[in-house]
């Protein structure tokens, strides 16, 4: 390995690595190596079911999805070709009081934030999903503007427009280190070698808190399962139906090459210690509940009151891993009064590939000193006072932020 030093340090080389590159690079920042102990985008961005809903329940996290919308336009400008995207809008359908006034604040606050959302009827929400079984007292709300992506096409194009300035990627290379000098960061030791940087950045996912706690950043998330199930094709199924989002069902829907990708919430999340988890994964979440069956008849009854058919329907395929959950479900974005030198970009509580260029972009705006995005107060790493993110406590608190997720 030649590279000795940068100017600024990405580690992990998933789609948020990849998009604070990009957002770098594009600022002209200076020297920017991003390092990956695998592949680009072969962890949990591969596994991700990317969806990119845009009106979210916590509006702070809005412009951070339009901003990645904003960035995957561009990318596919540049390139000249697609990267994935599926503008196929989202269907919300809500059936009881709780659900529905939920349902109603979301379609007054993407009317807030100027985008599309109306009201439909039953007959109307059946025709643009022909598999679906909207109750009698359900609300049904369509937003056009949410989309899913192939999370590994966005990626790679994230890198190479990175790499187009300048920025460097070392790939099956693993950090072991962050090191540390007083109260300034210096560089990582990898297993090739140490890499001086005045400025790292933590992106490295499920393992981003086993990196920051020696520096005594104590980074307050854990590894969650995240996982889906899709079916075998079927003539119910077709490329432009919509998202569907499902909260009593505490489910999502998507389609997926002439079949339906679909996401049931347990009401118990499992979670992991993330120092017991390998360096490499290979099926190590599947070994707890290999297709994970579990999950799937503990929340089948409710979603087929939504999609009928789906009893009756091979499952081909079961993909899960890890997303880092947050009790609040916010990002942990940025670094800690006293450390020179560290920013940490984690904690996506599954909503990774949507935040992804917002996020980028907020740390290339810390890291280069401009007015970020939007007020970073609501993700800062301290939110929580001083936890222990290794215990079975807090790693239950992460864990019910899954369970209780209803948004896509």
């Known amino acids: 390995m030649a590279v000795r030093s940068a ?58 999805v339009q901003e990645t919308l904003r960035v995957i336009h561009a990318l596919s400008e540049a390139a000249g070709e697609e990267l994935g995207l599926h503008a196929v809008g989202s269907l919300h359908v809500a059936t009881t009081p709780t659900t529905q006034r939920a349902l109603i604040d979301l379609v007054r606050l993407a009317q807030h934030f100027s985008l599309r959302a109306e009201w439909i009827d039953r007959a109307e929400a059946s025709r643009r999903a ?29 890198a190479q427009a990175a790499r187009q300035r300048g920025a460097e990627f070392i790939e099956n290379c693993a950090v072991t280190d962050i090191a540390r ?85 347990e009401s118990a999340a499992l979670s992991f210690d993330p120092r017991q988890l390998p360096a490499q994964m290979n099926g190590y979440v599947k070994r707890y509940d290999r297709n994970g069956w579990q999950s799937l008849l503990e929340g089948l009854p409710s979603l087929a009151h939504f999609v009928p058919a789906l009893p009756d329907l091979p499952i081909a395929h079961y993909i899960a891993g890890l997303s ?5 479900g916010l990002p942990l974005l940025g670094g800690l009064a006293g450390l020179k030198g560290f920013l940490a970009a984690t904690g996506c509580s599954g909503a990774g590939m949507a935040l992804c260029g917002g996020i980028g972009r907020i740390i290339a705006e810390l890291a280069t000193g401009q007015t970020p995005l939007c007020a970073i107060e609501p993700f800062r790493l301290e939110r929580f006072g ?23």
């Open 324 to 328: 880092t959950y947050t009790p609040d």
């Open 386 to 408: 001083v936890v222990d993110p290794y215990s079975a406590d807090f790693r239950a608190r992460c864990a019910a932020a899954r369970s209780h997720k209803t948004s896509g």
């Open 130 to 158: 022909p598999w679906l079984t909207a109750p009698d007292e359900a609300r049904c709300a369509f937003m056009s503007d949410e989309a899913f992506i192939d999370p590994y096409l966005l990626t790679q194009a994230l």
């Open 181 to 265: 000098e007083a109260n300034a960061v210096t560089g990582v030791t990898t297993d090739h070698g140490f890499i001086s940087a005045p400025l790292v950045i933590d992106a490295a996912g499920a393992w981003a808190a086993l990196l920051a706690t020696p520096l005594e950043v104590f980074l307050p998330m854990a590894p969650v399962r995240s996982h889906y199930w899709i079916t075998a094709p079927a003539e119910l199924f077709t490329p432009i139906q919509p998202i569907a989002i499902l909260p009593d069902a505490r489910a999502y829907t998507r389609p997926e090459n002439g079949a339906l990708l679909f996401g049931v919430r």
């Open 7 to 64: 100017e600024i340090i990405i580690i992990g080389g998933g789609a948020i690595g990849c998009a604070i590159a990009e957002a770098l690079a594009r600022r002209d920042a200076g020297r920017v190596l991003v390092i990956e102990r695998n592949t680009l985008a072969s962890g949990s961005t591969s596994q991700a079911a990317a969806l990119l809903t845009v009106v979210r329940p916590q509006p702070l996290l809005i412009p951070l």
